[in-house]
């Protein structure tokens, strides 16, 4: 099994920063794409930014900016660090990775990948 653990969020006031953190473990050949998304009430939940294994970047033109995704792959986690946040920016953020598990069989071993979230922790940006 693998687990994503969220950290980091929180309330803070307008202007304010976070940065979110999210470790994974488990049974984890190799990590693929790791991202956050966010789910607002009554909305979809959406990207927010995601990151390669390679380190390419991709971000959510709403927070482009403000917002920078980062990875360390020899801890398996990717982080979040939001500067300027805006009441609008308050939601439920998810992690997300795309893990690769090994498996072996009589006719030899495969990686399979899996697409895991994590619980969610919840950004209160107060105006």
């Known amino acids: 099994q693998v687990q994503l653990v969220e950290s980091g969020g929180g309330l803070v006031q307008a202007g304010g920063s976070l940065r979110l953190s999210c470790a994974a473990s488990g049974s984890i050949f190799s990590i693929n794409a790791m991202g956050w998304y966010r789910q607002a009430p009554g909305k979809q939940r959406e990207l927010v930014a995601a990151i390669t294994s390679g380190g390419s970047t991709n971000y959510a033109d709403s927070v482009k900016g403000r917002f920078t995704i980062s990875r360390d792959n020899a801890k398996n986690t990717v982080y979040l660090q939001m500067n300027s946040l805006k009441p609008e920016d308050t939601a439920v953020y998810y992690c997300?990775?795309?893990?690769?598990?090994?498996?072996?069989?009589?006719?030899?071993?495969?990686?399979?990948?899996?697409?895991?979230w994590g619980q969610g922790t919840q950004v209160t940006v107060s105006s």
């Open positions: 997300n990775a795309d893990v690769g598990r090994r498996h072996t069989t009589g006719w030899g071993t495969t990686v399979v990948l899996y697409d895991y």
